[in-house]
Every structure is written in C-alpha cells, then in structure tokens.
C-alpha cells in the first residue's frame, strides 16, 4: 500500500477539495479558528494536523503524506483483524486486496480526511474486537471518539459494531461495555453535531443517492473491473457461510459484513429524507470488504485442500527424509512437555507438585486443559493437538506415515491467495495508473491557473464565478500576481472564510461599470446557463456579463473556462451570445 500510494504521488495539481485542505492548512491557528465558526468544523482536527504537516514543508507532496501513511496503516490494520478473527493467512490475503483496491489508492493520494478517517474506523474496530474477547472497552472509545472528531459519519460504525455483537450472541457483559463506550463516543461528539448542523448549508450541493448509487460503492468496494467483481462477489457469498460462529465469539466474516454494509446504508436512507451521502463519507467501510472476501477465499480452500487425493505415504520403518521429522518425533516433543497421551509419567510429579498427590487438580488441570488438552476432560484440544503433531498436518491417521509434501501444501495455498491478488492487481493496473492523471479529479487548479498566466497580464481584472472559483487564486498566486480580483472585499484568510468575503450586489455592479474588459474564472455550466445560482451576488455576476458584455477568447480545462468578457461598443444591452467554441488543452 505504502509503494502504491507513493508512485506518481506529485501529480502536478490539486483539485478544489485538496486545494482548500493546502490553503487553509496553511493559515495561523487562530485564524483556523475563526473560520470553523463559519464553515468546515467537520474537517477541523484535520486541518490543525495539517497546519502542522505543511509547517515542515508547503507542498502537494507533503499535503498527501499524511493520507498516504493512514492508507498504508489501514491495509496493516486490516490484515491484523483477518488473523485476529480467522487465521493469519486470511489476514495477510485481506490486508493485500484492501492495498490493490483502486478506492482506497485513489483516497490515499488525496489531501483530504478520509483515508485517516478509515485507519482510525479500522483500528477501533480491531480494539473492539479485543474488548469483546475480555480487553478493556475505552481504548476503543478514544480511537473512535478521535476519529468521529475527524469526520462526524464515522459515529455510525458504532451501528455495525453493534450488529457483530448480535451476529456473536454477546453476553450482556459485553453489551454493557460496548453500550458505555459508545455513550462515551456520542457525547464527545456532540460539540461537533451541533456546530455542524449550523453549516449544514454546505451540503446542499447533494442529491438523493439512488438503486446506482449503491451498485457503484459495491463496484468500489469489490473491484470496479466485471471481472474483478465478479470473482470477489462469489468469495463474499461463500464468506458469508461463517456469518455466525461459537456464541460471544465474532467471527471474521461477522465483524466485516457490518463494516462494510451498516454505514453506507443507513447514510444513504437518511439521505432520502435529508442528502447527506457521498462515497468518501463512508470510505472507512471498504475496510470490511476484504475481510468477507478473505474469508470466502479461505473456506473455498479449505474445501479444495479436503477434495485433494492423500499424500503418498513412506513404507513403516523406512527411514525418513531429512525436510521432515520422524512421525513419532512431535509425539515425543510433546510427551517431554505435557506427559505423554494419558496423565503423563515425567512431568506429572512437576504438574502435581503445586496441587498435591494428584497432578489432575483443578488448577493445575484447567492451566494444562487451556494449552493442550487432557484427552479425559475435554476433546477439542486434544482434537487440534492431534492434528498438529500426529493427525491430519504432519500425516496422522496412526500408521505413523507422512505425506510428502504436506506442509508444502500448506503454504501452497497461501502462495495461491496472494498471487491471486497480485492478478488483480496487474488487472486492474491502468485503472490506477489512470488515476494518476489531475485530469481525472473533478477539476485541476493547477491547469486552470496555467492558462491564466498565459493569457491574463498584470492590471488586468479578473472576475470569479461562482466565489468557489478563486480557490485557483488562493492555490497558485503566482499566477494571478498584479492582477485585480474586481468583486473581493476582504481576503479569505483575514475574512475567516474559504475564498473570501464579496461586494454586495450594488457596489459589484459599480465595478463592473467601470469596466471595458474582464477576464472571468468561472464554472462552465454557470456561464452557459445550464445552472442559476442561489446567491443574489453570483446572479449579479452572470446578469451583468450577459447584458452589458461579449464574450471573447475562451480556455477550458474539464468544468473550469478562463474567458475574456469585452463590452460593445454600443452602450444598447444585448442578447446573450452563445459562448464560442472552446479551446481544449
């Protein structure tokens, strides 16, 4: 995960969201401050962490160093709960596909939240499961409560913890401490509720998420190439055979369907009422995927490693080959350590010395039962004592054969998980080699900002429309150095805004009287009336261009147009003109 999300990680150019992330990380603690009483108190433990990232080194390379070591972290973390849960080999197989996913390289490079916010979800699900198995519960309510703090929608990971713990059968022990932990979780956060839902205005950009919606996060979180999907889609079926397990034990496929499947859905039905969804306001879930789908992967080969015809074994009394021990040999380690298949003779009086004449008293009993089994008190340790050193993995069935090759086979199959990732990998490779490229995020300031040094000389006026629009300004000053941003009244920094604080609409119109020409920054739909802005400033904007000016030379690059806006010589309004055919570049 860390070499993917360090390749290409300088891609020439942020896009709006990364550009508000550099801008504002940029700015004084104070004056943090005083923008999060107006906008963006969601992201303002991320920006004061950037404050002090960008302090080292202002830079997009900097800017994306903290995303790509929380995505490298969470692949980590993932692999941690896939041993946790299962066995070590599904951990390792679910830390490699959440690596390869193209969703989380795509997070990883990005200047924003979310990618830490999926390494804190993803660690606190780890400590939860430690909590249910009898660790301490407020661990896992200071990683959550923390990570809630850099996104407020990671609060509804308590929701799908709370459904492991159905699908486990948890004791009321258990439900008690999960209940007072995500007490803990929710009252913390309710600062943070309550100052956003005041901003609440700057979603309102968002849409009902529909029936695609859904198939495209699921296309995200499996692999967005058919095939890829596909054979992740069928591994997850199987995982969810082992959906429950022993009672009060989660199990691997119990804890990662509800991180996967719970906080999506539920954002997206609130979202019926109230738009709130956006993809990466849940990336933290895609840490669930490659945990079913390990689990899937494991089952498939268990079955497959059972259907195997048995290993040849040697001749009795033939000597052995040198890769294996002798077939008594673990038989022997294992009596000098625990006494033999019966009470055992050597270290029985070494076992009965602390609880008397008998070695089998309850303590000392209950200690050995808990590492080996007693063969009289219980047969599931002995069960898997038996397969390690004389049954099934060393070729046990009491002929005192082994089969050559049997821990090959072992690791064979381990081998196979991983090069099946590493084929999807190079399968879905130009998607994340695509992904590289700026021209791929919903804008590129950096181009934008090239094309206004070409074409905009000192002492000229520059309009922004909408307002959003002179985040390329903020970004790249560089570029717009000498020029006269003719509607800015106070700048965004000194203003506690994002881009700054605006002329009303009566002096905007003075201004633009003033004008022969002016060059505009601007939103392409804006402009071409395929959008009618809210703001009675950014009416004025479009109005006046319209009516009193003519549009010129024009660049675009994706949404963004930089357009030279002359006024006729005749002072008679005019219709608006279709805007020229564009420059591409």
Request: hydrophobic letters at 45%; charged letters at 20%; aromatic letters at 6%.
């Amino acid at each position: 995960m860390l070499t993917l999300g360090l390749w290409r990680l300088d891609r020439g150019g942020m896009w709006r969201d990364e550009a508000v992330s550099f801008q504002v990380g940029r700015r004084s603690v104070a004056r943090i401050w005083l923008l999060l009483h107006d906008v963006d108190a969601v992201h303002g433990l991320y920006y004061l962490l950037l404050h002090a990232v960008l302090g080292l080194h202002p830079g997009e390379v900097v800017l994306r160093l903290p995303s790509v070591c929380a995505a490298a972290g969470t692949a980590a973390l993932v692999a941690a709960l896939g041993t946790r849960l299962a066995r070590p080999r599904v951990g390792l197989w679910a830390g490699l596909l959440y690596a390869v996913t193209p969703m989380a390289g795509h997070y990883a490079q990005e200047g924003r939240s979310y990618a830490l916010v999926a390494a804190g979800a993803t660690g606190a699900t780890l400590l939860f499961v430690r909590a249910v198995r009898g660790g301490s519960w407020w661990p896992y309510a200071a990683v959550l409560g923390l990570t809630c703090w850099l996104h407020e929608f990671a609060v509804l990971l308590l929701l799908a913890h709370a459904v492991s713990l159905a699908l486990a059968r948890a004791g009321a022990r258990v439900w008690r401490g999960w209940g007072c932990a995500g007490a803990a979780v929710v009252l913390a956060l309710l600062p943070m509720v309550l100052v956003s839902r005041a901003q609440a205005a700057q979603l309102a950009w968002l849409r009902e998420p529909t029936a695609e919606t859904a198939e495209g996060l699921l296309r995200g979180f499996l692999g967005p190439t058919d095939e890829v999907y596909g054979v992740c889609l069928a591994l997850a079926v199987v995982g969810l055979l082992g959906l429950v397990g022993r009672r009060g034990e989660p199990t691997c496929a119990g804890v990662g369907l509800p991180v996967m499947v719970v906080p999506p859905v539920v954002l997206m039905l609130v979202s019926q009422l109230s738009p709130l969804y956006v993809d990466r306001y849940v990336l933290y879930a895609l840490s669930g995927a490659p945990l079913v789908v390990a689990a899937g992967a494991d089952r498939v080969a268990g079955v497959v490693g059972r259907l195997r015809p048995p290993g040849r074994r040697m001749p009795a009394g033939s000597a052995p080959r040198n890769d294996h021990p002798p077939a008594d040999e673990p038989q022997k380690r294992h009596s000098a350590l625990v006494g033999g298949g019966g009470c055992g003779e050597e270290l029985a009086g070494r076992w009965s010395a602390p609880a008397g004449d008998d070695w089998c008293g309850d303590a000392s009993r209950k200690r050995h039962s808990a590492l080996v089994g007693d063969g009289r008190c219980g047969d599931e340790p002995q069960k898997r004592h038996s397969d390690l050193v004389g049954g099934r993995l060393l070729g046990g069935g009491g002929s005192g054969g082994v089969p050559r090759g049997a821990l090959g086979q072992v690791s064979s199959g381990t081998l196979a998980g991983v090069l099946a990732v590493g084929l999807s990998l190079l399968h879905q490779f130009p998607l994340l080699q695509a992904d590289r490229d700026p021209g791929r995020r919903p804008d590129d300031l950096a181009a934008v900002s090239r094309a206004a040094a070409r074409e905009v000389g000192p002492g000229e006026s520059v309009l922004f429309v909408p307002t959003a629009m002179r985040n390329a300004a903020l970004t790249y000053p560089g570029a717009f150095r000498g020029t006269r941003d003719v509607a800015l009244a106070a700048g965004a920094a000194e203003s506690g805004t994002l881009y700054g604080r605006e002329a009303g609409v009566a002096e905007l119109r003075r201004r633009l009287a003033r004008l022969d020409r002016v060059w505009v920054v601007g939103d392409r739909r804006l402009l071409g009336g395929r959008w009618a802005p809210r703001n009675p400033v950014e009416r004025a904007k479009v109005t006046v261009l319209w009516q009193e000016f003519s549009g010129r030379e024009q660049v675009v690059r994706g949404g963004v147009t930089v357009r030279l806006y002359v006024r006729p010589v005749s002072d008679r309004p005019r219709p608006p003109s279709a805007p020229p055919r564009p420059e591409r570049w």
